[in-house]
């Protein structure tokens, strides 16, 4: 519940660690106060009652770099969080209406001529979520030229840093690290998606280390294109402003009546260096956004490695004994069971079950699956259509184009437009039908390639398809998840091309990277670990020598370990593994589901990066914890460091469940864990339980 000075303009809210305050001036400029360690209310009222900083005569702003949310217009020149445009005038010079403060949060009511604006703020723990609502109010139309969530504004600190991930197809989720310099830095994806260029997610720090020191963290939920800048002003003062849209041309026109909310922008303040803001945001993820986190997800075998497009019920089923015989509890079929998807030239929008390679439907293979213990599975792309495929030939206006233009093919597949109606509701019928016509439980849902021609030649403002489309794809979702409660989904865009705090609150899991090879994947899990939680990050073992991506030899067990850091899935050729590699991969399945409660549901500690040479990473949770480590590549003879462990008691003893040794707290706290890893690609995974 926010706290409310007497005067009724100065706002504070608490998690269990951080407070964030703002104040509404007697001019009814809304102001930041305060964002970090916990405070009183009289500290945010001695806050509001600072005169401002000098500003540079005529040439500075005096609201620039203060403000909550920035609109376009008066004597201000940041970017403006809001921009909004009528038949009459450009910009916003908006009135104080009032405020509401519950359980809920804090909502501020702002009003301009037919405009009213929302400002709404939330705490989850110490997570700040902040989004707006805004509504047109007038008679005529309103557009909004760009609507951000919110802007973040830092407390005055010299040199700050920036820590973003970045990537592309097969190599996601990079963390790099660099110093804020003055001006702006701008990341986002004009795609349509999420995008495999960079996660919605930026971290800035001044000094901080692994478990050390203050980080502040912004997260979009938003699926599509999309828009982060951080910006360092002229007096060093740092905002950050993010949402929907990365250009600001134009985003939607309101009628009247009509609104638009924003996603959620949600920031997090901690003081316990990198890792403590990873385990608070990944316990944020948990318990608010990931659907069912409380439940551990099943080791699943996937089939797109194993067999590509070349699919039939015999030979999937004679997988499924495999898989089943290892101890894999969910079997997904992944690409290739439908219409005439033979390859990627045909079939996509056809979602029904190819008559050669499923004769009697998949409702046989999903028994037989059902049979051998495990839950089933299917693949599917439903906001794709190939040209040669049915539904093109009846439709071929239902995909996005431009009127003359060329349709630009990648991966022979174009976009269909599904901020239209009957293209809604044709997926619908047709996913819908699927679930009720098989018994499936999980649903990899899949989207290969970006937005290039998103045009609309009958609506007269095609520019909302950017964002009718995420809305779309939202509400197909939640309306397959209320009718089909028993199904989970995964979100894959070619791998990590659609990962947020948006799709995750509506998926289970993600795919995190098509690269399943198993040293660069400790690299991709690294920087994913940063925003989200083991518990919804995909990794599989695959074939050695890695066929898709570098021929990289591996044994089993390196690539057992690397995967199990996640929720572990096969996605080898199984048929080809021999009898030694098929006992030894249920062993390390067998292990996977002890250790699977802390992997997905404990603390995270990054031990070490992987970039090093040696990579490890430690999960706490109440007296067991486990360690996972990665060794390189071992030089010039060199001891392989100790491990410094985290989260444990120092005054407790430790049981070494793979030695029988038993450890003094202290000693692995301020000492270290051996781990007896040697030569080069080797790994280990050593339980602790307290005694
Ligand atoms: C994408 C996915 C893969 C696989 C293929 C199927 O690339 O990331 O895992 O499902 O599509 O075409």
């Given at each position: 519940?926010?706290?409310?000075?007497?005067?009724?303009?100065?706002?504070?809210?608490?998690?269990p660690?951080?407070?964030?305050?703002?104040h509404?001036?007697?001019?009814?400029e809304?102001?930041?106060?305060?964002w970090?360690?916990?405070i009183?209310?009289?500290?945010?009222?001695?806050?509001a009652a600072l005169?401002?900083?000098?500003?540079?005569?005529?040439?500075?702003?005096?609201?620039?770099?203060?403000?909550?949310?920035?609109?376009?217009?008066?004597?201000?020149f940041v970017?403006?969080a809001?921009?909004?445009?009528?038949?009459?005038?450009?910009?916003?010079?908006?009135?104080?209406?009032?405020?509401e403060?519950?359980?809920?949060?804090l909502?501020?009511?702002?009003r301009?001529?037919?405009l009213?604006?929302?400002?709404?703020?939330?705490?989850r723990?110490?997570?700040?979520?902040?989004?707006?609502?805004?509504?047109?109010?007038?008679?005529?139309?309103?557009?909004?030229?760009?609507a951000?969530?919110a802007?973040?504004?830092?407390?005055?600190?010299d040199?700050?840093?920036?820590?973003?991930l970045?990537?592309?197809?097969?190599?996601?989720s990079?963390?790099?690290?660099?110093?804020?310099?003055?001006?702006?830095?701008v990341?986002?994806?004009?795609r349509?998606?999420?995008?495999?260029?960079?996660?919605?997610?930026?971290?800035?720090?001044?000094?901080?280390?692994?478990?050390?020191?203050?980080?502040?963290?912004?997260?979009?939920g938003?699926?599509?294109?999309?828009?982060?800048?951080?910006?360092?002003?002229?007096?060093?003062?740092?905002?950050?402003?993010?949402?929907?849209?990365?250009?600001?041309s134009?985003?939607?026109?309101?009628?009247p009546g009509?609104?638009?909310?924003?996603?959620v922008?949600?920031?997090?303040?901690?003081?316990?260096?990198f890792?403590?803001?990873?385990r608070?945001w990944?316990?944020y993820?948990?318990?608010?956004?990931?659907?069912?986190?409380?439940?551990?997800?099943?080791?699943?075998?996937?089939?797109?490695?194993?067999?590509?497009?070349d699919?039939?019920?015999?030979?999937?089923?004679t997988?499924?004994?495999?898989?089943?015989?290892?101890?894999?509890?969910?079997?997904?079929?992944?690409?290739?069971?439908?219409?005439?998807?033979?390859?990627d030239?045909?079939?996509?929008?056809?979602?029904?079950?190819n008559?050669?390679?499923?004769?009697?439907?998949?409702?046989?293979?999903?028994?037989?699956?059902?049979?051998?213990g495990?839950?089933?599975?299917?693949?599917?792309?439903?906001?794709?259509?190939?040209?040669?495929?049915?539904?093109?030939?009846?439709?071929p206006?239902?995909v996005?184009?431009q009127?003359?233009?060329?349709?630009?093919?990648?991966?022979?597949?174009?976009?269909?437009?599904?901020?239209?109606?009957?293209?809604?509701e044709?997926?619908?019928?047709?996913?819908?039908?699927?679930?009720?016509?098989a018994?499936?439980?999980?649903?990899?849902?899949?989207?290969?390639?970006?937005?290039?021609?998103?045009?609309?030649?009958?609506?007269?403002?095609?520019?909302?398809?950017?964002?009718d489309?995420?809305r779309?794809?939202?509400?197909?979702?939640?309306?397959?998840r209320?009718?089909?409660p028993?199904?989970?989904?995964?979100?894959?865009?070619g791998?990590?091309?659609?990962?947020?705090?948006?799709?995750?609150?509506?998926?289970?899991?993600?795919?995190t990277?098509?690269?399943t090879?198993?040293l660069?994947?400790?690299?991709?899990?690294?920087?994913?670990?940063?925003?989200?939680?083991?518990?919804?990050?995909?990794?599989?073992?695959?074939?050695?020598p890695?066929?898709?991506l570098?021929g990289?030899?591996?044994?089993?067990?390196f690539r057992?370990?690397s995967?199990?850091?996640?929720?572990?899935?096969?996605?080898?050729?199984l048929s080809?593994?021999?009898?030694?590699?098929?006992?030894?991969?249920r062993?390390?399945?067998?292990?996977y589901?002890?250790?699977r409660?802390?992997?997905?549901r404990?603390?995270?500690?990054?031990?070490?990066?992987?970039?090093?040479?040696?990579?490890?990473?430690?999960?706490?949770r109440?007296?067991?914890?486990v360690v996972?480590?990665?060794?390189q590549?071992?030089?010039?003879?060199?001891?392989v460091?100790?491990?410094?462990?985290?989260?444990?008691?120092?005054?407790?003893?430790?049981?070494?469940?793979?030695?029988g040794e038993?450890?003094?707290?202290?000693?692995?706290?301020?000492?270290?864990?051996?781990t007896?890893?040697r030569?080069d690609?080797?790994?280990?995974?050593?339980?602790?339980?307290?005694?």
């Amino acid at each position: 519940m926010p706290e409310i000075a007497d005067n009724g303009r100065t706002w504070l809210l608490s998690g269990p660690t951080s407070s964030y305050a703002l104040h509404l001036t007697e001019t009814d400029e809304l102001v930041h106060l305060h964002w970090g360690p916990g405070i009183a209310l009289a500290d945010a009222e001695a806050l509001a009652a600072l005169p401002p900083s000098e500003r540079g005569a005529s040439f500075e702003s005096p609201l620039d770099g203060r403000e909550e949310y920035p609109v376009e217009g008066g004597p201000r020149f940041v970017r403006p969080a809001l921009s909004v445009r009528t038949d009459e005038r450009r910009g916003t010079e908006w009135s104080y209406e009032d405020f509401e403060a519950d359980a809920d949060g804090l909502r501020l009511r702002f009003r301009d001529a037919g405009l009213a604006v929302t400002l709404h703020y939330r705490m989850r723990g110490d997570v700040v979520e902040r989004w707006t609502t805004l509504r047109n109010d007038g008679e005529g139309p309103l557009e909004l030229l760009r609507a951000d969530s919110a802007t973040w504004t830092l407390p005055e600190r010299d040199d700050w840093r920036l820590s973003q991930l970045h990537g592309r197809w097969a190599a996601e989720s990079r963390l790099t690290r660099s110093p804020l310099t003055y001006g702006e830095q701008v990341i986002g994806s004009r795609r349509g998606h999420t995008g495999h260029q960079h996660l919605p997610w930026v971290a800035l720090d001044t000094d901080a280390t692994e478990e050390r020191g203050e980080v502040y963290g912004c997260a979009l939920g938003w699926s599509g294109t999309w828009r982060i800048a951080v910006a360092q002003l002229p007096d060093a003062r740092v905002q950050i402003t993010g949402g929907v849209g990365y250009d600001d041309s134009g985003l939607l026109r309101l009628a009247p009546g009509e609104s638009f909310t924003t996603p959620v922008f949600a920031g997090l303040w901690s003081d316990a260096g990198f890792g403590g803001a990873s385990r608070a945001w990944h316990a944020y993820q948990r318990t608010y956004v990931v659907p069912d986190a409380e439940q551990d997800r099943p080791v699943l075998f996937n089939s797109w490695e194993a067999t590509y497009f070349d699919i039939s019920e015999e030979q999937q089923g004679t997988l499924a004994r495999r898989a089943a015989a290892i101890g894999v509890e969910l079997f997904v079929v992944d690409d290739g069971w439908f219409g005439a998807r033979t390859g990627d030239h045909a079939g996509l929008g056809d979602w029904r079950p190819n008559p050669d390679r499923f004769p009697n439907g998949l409702k046989p293979l999903a028994d037989q699956v059902h049979d051998l213990g495990m839950q089933f599975g299917i693949w599917v792309e439903p906001e794709m259509v190939n040209p040669d495929s049915e539904l093109y030939r009846a439709h071929p206006d239902w995909v996005q184009f431009q009127s003359g233009r060329k349709r630009t093919e990648f991966r022979n597949q174009l976009v269909l437009n599904l901020a239209r109606e009957d293209v809604q509701e044709y997926l619908w019928e047709q996913l819908h039908g699927l679930l009720s016509s098989a018994p499936v439980d999980y649903v990899k849902w899949d989207f290969n390639r970006c937005f290039t021609d998103a045009g609309w030649p009958d609506d007269p403002y095609p520019q909302r398809l950017w964002v009718d489309h995420v809305r779309a794809l939202y509400s197909l979702l939640d309306r397959l998840r209320a009718a089909h409660p028993g199904v989970a989904f995964e979100s894959c865009s070619g791998g990590g091309g659609r990962i947020d705090l948006g799709i995750m609150s509506r998926t289970d899991q993600v795919w995190t990277s098509d690269n399943t090879d198993p040293l660069d994947r400790l690299d991709i899990q690294h920087g994913f670990s940063q925003i989200h939680p083991a518990r919804v990050m995909a990794a599989w073992v695959t074939d050695s020598p890695n066929a898709q991506l570098n021929g990289r030899v591996s044994s089993l067990r390196f690539r057992f370990v690397s995967a199990m850091a996640g929720v572990l899935g096969v996605g080898g050729d199984l048929s080809q593994w021999s009898e030694e590699e098929l006992v030894e991969a249920r062993r390390w399945v067998e292990l996977y589901k002890e250790i699977r409660p802390l992997v997905q549901r404990g603390d995270l500690y990054r031990l070490r990066p992987p970039a090093g040479g040696l990579g490890a990473l430690q999960y706490v949770r109440g007296d067991e914890s486990v360690v996972l480590a990665w060794l390189q590549a071992q030089r010039f003879g060199e001891p392989v460091p100790a491990l410094r462990l985290h989260g444990l008691d120092p005054t407790a003893s430790y049981e070494c469940r793979e030695t029988g040794e038993v450890h003094r707290g202290a000693v692995l706290l301020h000492h270290g864990l051996r781990t007896g890893l040697r030569g080069d690609l080797d790994a280990t995974v050593i339980r602790l339980r307290r005694i």
